[in-house]
């Protein structure tokens, strides 16, 4: 495997929708962990609190969402609004589900085509590994979300070092009750989101979108 410089492999990390069932090696899995760990936090807090479901339990998981869905129990732990969106935020929204949409050949009109892309979302894209991301409820809970944020990029980083691919789905984030059920996790800890991850199946359109980025002028202010 080459070894990427690091400007490398944040060009080369993406999100994969569509993976192949070969489980991740246990050593690499080991790493991306110790690497997810070295990530900065509020005072050392350290509060991100990760379950990793495969097999059975992966499975299990997935019934559990996918029957939580059906019935529209949602049972997000934070809010999310989508019509709060500001317009340019919205349109970046926008323009990531008509690439996506686009790419897997689904119509805009085509609302089985979309219910099934939605379901493929509560399958995992086929991966064969989720990691659900909880924390403590501290005050707001920006502070630690923010934490978790920075253990997720490094998640994610590292998986793309190693030729492997995730995809940090906030969905997955709005059926936390069902998440806690089957996992046995405590009600005091709040799901943010989670990462399906493995090897992605370049075959599949959905597995090859990239989506760009805005021009710094957009978002960096320079003060001198």
């Known amino acids: 495997m080459t070894k990427l410089t690091f400007a490398e492999v944040v060009a080369a990390r993406y999100s994969a929708r569509q993976f192949l069932p070969t489980a991740v090696d246990p050593q690499h899995l080991q790493g991306v962990l110790e690497d997810a760990q070295r990530a900065p936090s509020n005072c050392n807090t350290q509060p991100w609190h990760v379950h990793i479901v495969s097999g059975r339990t992966r499975d299990k998981v997935s019934a559990a969402l996918l029957g939580a869905a059906s019935q529209e129990q949602y049972s997000p ?28 050949g689904i119509a805009r009109g085509d609302n089985e085509g979309r219910l099934e892309a939605f379901r493929r979302n509560l399958e995992f894209f086929g991966a064969p590994h989720v990691a659900f991301l909880f924390m403590p ?3 707001d809970g920006v502070r630690a979300a923010s934490d978790l944020g920075m253990y997720a990029q490094n998640f994610l980083l590292s998986l793309t070092a190693r030729g492997l691919a995730g995809v940090p789905q906030t969905l997955l984030g709005m059926f936390a009750d069902p ?10 800890m709040k799901l943010l989101f989670g990462i399906s991850f ?6 599949n359109a959905a597995a090859n979108l990239r989506i760009g980025r805005a021009p710094l002028t957009e978002s960096v202010r320079f003060h001198d």
């Open 77 to 104: 732990d934070f809010s999310f609004d989508e019509k709060a969106f500001p317009n340019l935020l919205n349109e970046r929204r926008r323009e990531q589900g008509r690439a996506y949409y686009e790419a897997l």
């Open 198 to 203: 493995g090897h992605p199946d370049l075959s």
């Open 179 to 188: 998440v806690r059920d089957v996992l046995g996790v405590d009600a005091d």
């Open 137 to 139: 409820m501290i005050g």
